[in-house]
């Protein structure tokens, strides 16, 4: 779907923005969760969300398209494969790619000793 009015005389430089957009990966179980987190990054302007709702859909994703993402979260308690697990996932891809480590940045709704345990 292309979001660029043509008739806009602002629309070559919408364009360029959008191909100079930051990409993000986003995993979240939660729907809820994810829209919103998904809605307050893109409303910032500049980035572009990949959203998935487990870490075996972000990791098959981050597989394709890892070295262009800029920044990953991950909610730590997901089916499938959870936050701490993917995170595991990913440097382990990495260190094999020999790729620069992408800043991940966990999510949870649990208190801190619940993620100390996991």
């Known amino acids: 779907e292309n979001i660029i009015d043509e008739d806009n005389e602002n629309s070559k430089e919408e364009s360029s923005s959008l191909s100079n957009t930051i990409k993000v990966l986003l995993a979240d179980d939660d729907l809820l969760c994810n829209l919103a987190m998904r809605g307050l990054i893109e409303g910032i ?6 959203s998935f709702y487990n870490g075996v859909d972000a990791s098959n994703f981050f597989e394709a398209h890892g070295s262009e993402m800029k920044i990953v979260f991950l909610d730590v308690e997901m089916p499938d494969r959870n936050g701490i697990e993917t995170a595991k996932w990913i440097r382990n891809f990495e260190k094999l790619k020999h ?13 801190i000793d619940y993620i100390k345990k996991t």
């Open 45 to 50: 302007g500049k980035y572009q969300v990949f």
């Open 99 to 111: 790729m620069s480590s992408v800043p991940i940045i966990g999510l949870t709704g649990h208190e």
